[in-house]
């Protein structure tokens, strides 16, 4: 009886020590797993680099052109953080104040960032206390890395997105003290650098009318504001134009929607008559190698 006893505990002890938890990952592979992130992610953000300093300075300059101190095109640079907004406002401040107007056109210039904000939901689960600060430095171009970029599995993806945004965020940044300390110490002739907001929208615009196949709601765009810009004239067209625009998608999206599914089963058609043609190529060479 003792010796079966002994023999049930001495088969019991390995079951009890089978099933003790893993050890913890040792510390120091954090500090490893960051450094790696922003190794990842500063190579992504140099093209951005070059045009966030370009605009920075463009806009850096245009500020002190218009006789704005250091100070504000640098706060605004740093806590508004939206380029084309921020070309806006420079006219919004020498304008007589109408804080309904400004309201409703920063909505307006800057409504995409909901879009943004839903498609990024997932990727910013359980960031913790990163969260916030990757919310309000979400512009355009960290959106398009941070969304699509295929981050290494050794590094943190949590810090790849957090190195993204500041280094994005302060380019913009040194890009805009730039420009106005250039402005300020180099005296040149700055008429008509306002151009360069017209040219940054007309850019924007030109490159989504190359990437579209469907043009409709871009004439729909043009055509509103042509609109709108005969009947207010130049300094009132743009919110009625932007509320006639709101209006047309709404009214027209059943019809923009069946254009988008005939577009996208033409081009599903296109693709699977290629692959078949393809396929059949294949065959073709195939018997002709048996045959020989």
């Known amino acids: 009886m003792f010796t079966v006893t002994n023999q049930d505990q001495t088969t019991r002890t390995p079951t009890a020590t089978s099933v003790m938890p893993p050890a913890p990952a040792p510390s120091g592979d954090a500090p490893a797993r960051r450094r790696r992130a922003f190794e990842a992610a500063l190579p992504l953000t140099l093209p951005i680099a070059a045009g966030f300093l370009f605009l920075?300075?463009?806009?850096?300059?245009?500020?002190?052109?218009?006789?704005?101190?250091?100070?504000?095109?640098?706060?605004?640079?740093?806590?508004?953080?939206?380029?084309?907004?921020?070309?806006?406002?420079?006219?919004?401040?020498?304008?007589?104040?109408?804080?309904?107007?400004?309201?409703?056109?920063?909505?307006?210039?800057?409504?995409?960032?909901?879009?943004?904000?839903?498609?990024?939901?997932?990727?910013?689960?359980?960031?913790?206390?990163?969260?916030?600060?990757?919310?309000?430095?979400?512009?355009?171009?960290?959106?398009?890395?941070?969304?699509?970029?295929?981050?290494?599995?050794?590094a943190d993806r949590g810090w790849f997105m957090l190195f993204v945004s500041l280094l994005n965020r302060w380019y913009w940044i040194g890009g805009t003290a730039l420009g106005w300390l250039v402005g300020g110490l180099l005296p040149f002739s700055t008429r008509g650098i306002e151009f360069v907001l017209t040219a940054l929208f007309l850019v924007i615009f030109l490159d989504q009318w190359m990437g579209e196949r469907r043009h409709a709601p871009a004439m729909i765009g043009v055509l509103a504001s042509a609109l709108c810009l005969c009947v207010f004239g130049a300094d009132r067209f743009m919110i009625p134009a932007l509320v006639l625009m709101l209006i047309l998608f709404?009214?027209?999206?059943?019809?923009?929607?069946?254009?988008?599914?005939?577009?996208t089963v033409g081009t599903v058609t296109t693709d699977g008559e290629t692959a078949a043609a393809e396929t059949a190529d294949d065959e073709q060479g195939e018997q002709k190698e048996n045959g020989r």
Not at 250 to 263: G, I, W
Request: charged share 15%; net charge neutral.
């Open 250 to 263: 709404a009214v027209l999206r059943p019809y923009l929607d069946d254009m988008k599914a005939d577009e």
């Open 56 to 154: 920075g300075c463009s806009y850096g300059l245009l500020m002190h052109a218009k006789g704005f101190a250091f100070w504000y095109p640098v706060s605004m640079a740093f806590f508004i953080f939206a380029g084309s907004m921020e070309f806006v406002t420079v006219n919004l401040l020498l304008s007589a104040f109408n804080p309904l107007a400004a309201f409703l056109l920063a909505i307006m210039v800057n409504a995409r960032h909901l879009f943004y904000g839903l498609s990024m939901l997932g990727k910013f689960r359980n960031m913790g206390w990163k969260k916030p600060y990757l919310i309000f430095a979400m512009c355009d171009e960290t959106f398009a890395i941070n969304s699509s970029a295929t981050i290494p599995p050794d």
